[in-house]
């Protein structure tokens, strides 16, 4: 049915005008660019077209053609503009997992170096390493007093970043005790600020010696290099690690050249460890960031977390949590899913890019796109259409206690399961998504035992999820809620 909505061989396909040469620049690469993409894909149908500085970009909404775009063997690569981009932001760096693409033998070989990074033993590890970590930040959120602001922000960075650090580095950044405006979070959110605004002008990784914050804004991807390099030393200097150690830092020192098989440079592994610490934290760390805004919004969602972390099956102790228990953590486990619905925070920005490679074309639905085009797998529009789910807009956790893995788009559904892909899809989707996930219930599980949390004014009933590009989630970096200790 999707092929009569399709033009023959190369033809135009409906779409937005845009401006005189630089057609939908600032609608597909500004902060609202998930907003444009719904809007375009509730007027214009699941696959769409727009002008950016005269080259074509394809939008897809439909699963069926993700599912092709992503996971099937003859998934598009990366979009090379975004991978180049990537790059930059640890200059004279290697190439990693974040910032090559899969058809890279390199991209191969590391992909499969970390692979028992978030599996098996090291995956359980990473458990309860998470359990712990929201338990320090329950108690340190007790410290700060009843009805005080806190930024959730900040909060939810931390404990994304000491996951990671304990989980998959086997590394101490003592972000939850370290106080507010840590280093390493500061350093990768004005990495991650900069990538994005060069993505909607170019000019100035060229120009920045003209235009201070331009300057400032190279400076940043100099500051992360610095840091990480100065980590991978660290690591190293920690000696061998053990032939049982699955950690991502040991995974890597074990790393490979794909040519040659000899050990990997160094700027190989600051490149890989930067791109890990880029994809791990942040994302996590908005994540979680807009699950406390939407709890905050919906009180009576919160006291039915407060009533499943209460039940008297589960230990009180929180230390004693075991990964037999998640089970029990439905609720829990459905805000998590509902907020990743409404607001897909992988190094995305709600909209996967990929393009037709240079040395071919690519048939989509018995349609050819020439080499060179622009093909974006928009899953937040995916996540959010209205034929497809039922209060699409609504942040409603109930959907996924009655989720059906059979619904199809033929008809709206509450929870169809087969159009949700917060991670990506298939054999390239992010490896890391079964231990964010499960941080992330833990998390919720853990807080909404202990704590109530409210609006701090009344703009924070604005949509936070807003995509700049790296990642999906609040507009604005600091976000106050207020913390309401329960009993």
């Not at 769409?48 to 439909?62: P, W």
């Not at 991670?423 to 499960?438: H, K, L």
């Amino acid at each position: 049915m999707l092929r009569l909505l399709l033009p023959r061989g190369g033809g135009r396909l409906p779409g937005p005008r845009g401006l005189p040469c630089l057609g939908c620049l600032f609608e597909l690469f500004g902060a609202q660019r998930h907003a444009h993409i719904a809007r375009w894909a509730e007027k214009y149908g699941p696959v769409f077209e727009v002008m950016v500085l005269g080259r074509r970009h394809v939008i897809v909404t439909d699963s069926a053609l993700v599912d092709e775009i992503l996971g099937g063997s003859g998934a598009l690569p990366k979009a090379s503009g975004v991978a180049n981009s990537l790059s930059e932001m640890l200059p004279g760096a290697g190439s990693s997992l974040l910032s090559s693409r899969h058809c890279d033998p390199q991209w191969r070989m590391a992909r499969k170096a970390l692979s028992p990074t978030f599996s098996g033993e090291q995956a359980e590890a990473s458990f309860e390493v998470s359990k712990l970590a929201a338990v320090v930040l329950a108690e340190e959120l007790a410290q700060v007093g009843r009805g005080t602001a806190i930024d959730a922000a900040d909060w939810a960075h931390r404990y994304a970043l000491d996951v990671f650090g304990h989980a998959i580095l086997g590394y101490d950044f003592q972000a939850l005790s370290g106080g507010k405006d840590h280093l390493v979070i500061k350093m990768l959110r004005d990495a991650a600020s900069e990538w994005s605004a060069r993505r909607v002008n170019p000019l100035r990784s060229r120009l920045f010696w003209a235009v201070d914050p331009w300057g400032a804004g190279r400076n940043s991807y100099y500051v992360l290099l610095g840091f990480v390099s100065t980590l991978v030393e660290q690591l190293r200097s920690q000696g061998a690690c053990e032939p049982e150690d699955e950690s991502a830092w040991a995974q890597l020192s074990r790393l490979r050249d794909a040519h040659t098989a000899a050990s990997v440079e160094d700027r190989v592994l600051v490149g890989e460890l930067g791109g890990l610490l880029v994809a791990g934290v942040l994302p996590m760390g908005c994540a979680l960031t807009t699950i406390l805004v939407l709890l905050a919004k919906a009180p009576a969602v919160q006291e039915r977390l407060a009533a499943e972390s209460s039940d008297p099956s589960l230990p009180a102790d929180l230390t004693l949590l075991t990964r037999e228990h998640m089970g029990q953590l439905s609720m829990a486990r459905a805000v998590v899913n509902e907020a990743l619905r409404l607001c897909p925070s992988g190094v995305a920005g709600g909209a996967i890019a990929r393009e037709v490679p240079r040395s071919g074309s690519f048939t989509l639905q018995g349609v050819n796109f020439p080499p060179g085009t622009a093909v974006w797998a928009a899953t937040h529009a995916m996540h959010t259409r209205h034929d497809v789910w039922e209060r699409a807009g609504e942040f409603d956790p109930d959907r996924w206690l009655k989720a059906d893995a059979a619904a199809t788009t033929a008809a709206p559904s509450a929870c169809p399961l087969r159009t949700f892909a917060p991670f990506g899809r298939g054999p390239r989707a992010c490896p890391a998504q079964g231990t964010a996930t499960d941080a992330l219930v833990v998390a919720v599980h853990t807080l909404s035992r202990f704590f109530r949390f409210e609006l701090a004014a009344d703009e924070g009933a604005r949509v936070y999820s807003t995509a700049s590009g790296l990642c999906m989630g609040p507009a604005a970096p600091c976000v106050p809620l207020l913390v309401c200790p329960r009993g």
